[in-house]
DNA sequence: CGCATTTGACCGGCGC
DNA sequence: GCGCCGGTCAAATGCG
């Protein structure tokens, strides 16, 4: 019956069990970290993906029985009509033993889908139910009567700060938070192609600077946190300063991946400041190398500002402002100062940036995004580093930047750490 | 019509 | 307490 589906389902199929897969990837890793949260028994509907899982299931399957008939009958051709019969009993059985099995995989994929719905719905819940509190409502802001609980919007950065941490967790993430990379690049775009996707929010003029400074949040996942707000350096417009803040909420694109993980590990390993002593000796070299293998940037660490900053510097500026600017830096800086100043192979990194409009797709020459890509090129690179910064990050204290890192370059992990 | 950007108002922190 | 300032919000507006 149905069973004569196609045979060539294999890409469509495939393409689609693919990326099944890769939802349940994701659902896994959301599962493992919401696990705390409380499930509030709600009826969740199972939406038409389901039908699209079970479909695929099902061609899959029936696709293998059709291919071992065709070979039977063929093989058997004519005659011996018992044998026959009994072949074709075999091959039913075989086919209810495909389609039982059929089933089991349906029903678990089902519940699996039910998980993964019920979490996106306590997902949504979290994040949209208080819309927004009428705040502006009368004039005054805070006059009207909150009606709403204050938490329920993502409060996350903003409520983190002034309130003490309540578990280790949360003190992890706090700090994490606090971190803040800051990426200096040639740009004549108004905003550098990372990859994300940005929805800008506001727009402040600087102080002692001409240019105004644009904030932005990331609006590739609803309740992403990451922030990034995008200033041009007052001496040399062609500079472009981009300010991340926060970790992902959600898978990257590859281009958006390095860069992420690159940011995240950096800001992680500077976090993790207190590190082992043992440890401590080895990682920060490593690090210091895998944030940027070969680049002929400056990466510092500025503990001048209230939360720790890094700085990577893909200008290749020779203006020497950059280099006497922090009077104010730890020692550690030492260790990235030194090692990052080497080799050339981003040289030309100055970037090319379509300052015509039509090569929006090529943008993704931007700076940021060739020294992205050119990291990503290098899958020992990518490897080694979300080995060592999930090693350290997760033997350290918690899942911080390990989610990016560990969740790319995861699958050939264990690469080489003593490459080095 | 739904989305993103613009833009003035507002808030909380900080220094005076 | 007041005002400045950095950061954010959301109505209005623009855009596809
Ligand atoms: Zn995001």
């Known amino acids: 019956m149905g069973i004569d589906l196609p ?26 970290r919401q696990t705390e949260a409380h499930v509030p028994a709600g009826s969740l509907g199972i939406k038409k993906e389901d039908l699209t899982i079970n479909t695929g299931l099902n061609l899959l399957s029936g696709a293998d029985q059709s291919t071992v008939d ?41 519940q699996m889908n039910r998980n993964y719905h019920s979490l996106q719905m306590q997902l949504m ?3 949209q139910p208080t819309k927004r509190r009428n705040r502006r409502e009368g004039r005054g802001r805070g006059l009207t009567a909150r009606e709403e609980s204050p938490e329920g919007r993502w409060s996350p950065s903003r409520a983190a700060k002034p309130s003490p941490p309540k578990s280790p967790e949360h003190a992890q993430e706090a700090t994490m938070r606090k971190a803040r990379v800051s990426v200096r690049a040639r740009s004549e775009a108004s905003m550098i192609t990372d990859g994300c996707q940005w929805r800008k929010y506001g727009q402040k003029m ?22 990034k707000q995008v200033q041009r350096c007052a001496d040399d417009r062609t500079i472009l300063i981009t300010t991340y803040e926060g970790k992902h909420n959600h898978p990257l694109p590859p281009a958006a991946m390095a860069m992420a993980s690159t940011t995240s590990a950096a800001a992680s390993m500077l976090l993790s400041g207190s590190m082992p002593s043992a440890d401590g000796l080895i990682n920060p070299n ?20 209230p939360f720790p900053t890094v700085t990577l510097d893909l200008t290749h500026n020779p203006n020497p402002l950059q280099f006497q600017k922090p009077p104010a830096q730890f020692q550690i800086p030492q260790i990235f100062g030194q090692s990052l100043c080497s080799q050339s192979r981003f040289s030309g990194l100055q970037l090319p940036v379509g300052t015509g409009g039509e090569q929006k797709q090529q943008s993704l ?36 930047g390990a989610q990016q890192a560990g969740s790319h370059g995861g699958g050939s992990g264990d690469a080489k750490l003593g490459s080095g």
Do not use: W
């Open 7 to 32: 045979m060539r389902l294999s890409s469509p199929a495939a393409d689609e069990s693919r990326r099944v897969i890769d939802e349940m990837d994701f659902f896994s890793q959301e599962k493992t």
């Open 70 to 110: 065709d070979g039977q009958s063929v093989a058997d051709h004519e005659n011996d009509d018992e044998k026959g019969e009994m072949q074709i009993a075999v091959m039913k059985a075989k086919i209810e033993q495909m389609e039982e099995e059929n089933q089991r995989l349906k029903s678990s994929l089902a």
């Open 125 to 127: 819940a979290m994040m």
């Open 206 to 227: 600087a102080k002692g600077n001409p240019c105004p400074r644009a904030y932005y949040r990331c609006t590739m996942a609803a309740g992403c946190p990451v922030r």
């Open 286 to 305: 490593f690090l210091a190398r895998a944030v940027l293998p070969c680049t002929s940037s400056l990466a510092t660490i500025s503990a001048s500002a």
């Open 365 to 400: 020459a931007d700076t940021v995004s060739a020294a992205t890509a050119a990291i990503t090129a290098d899958p020992n690179f990518t490897a080694a580093l979300a080995a060592a910064i999930t090693s350290i990050i997760a033997g350290g204290n918690g899942a911080g």
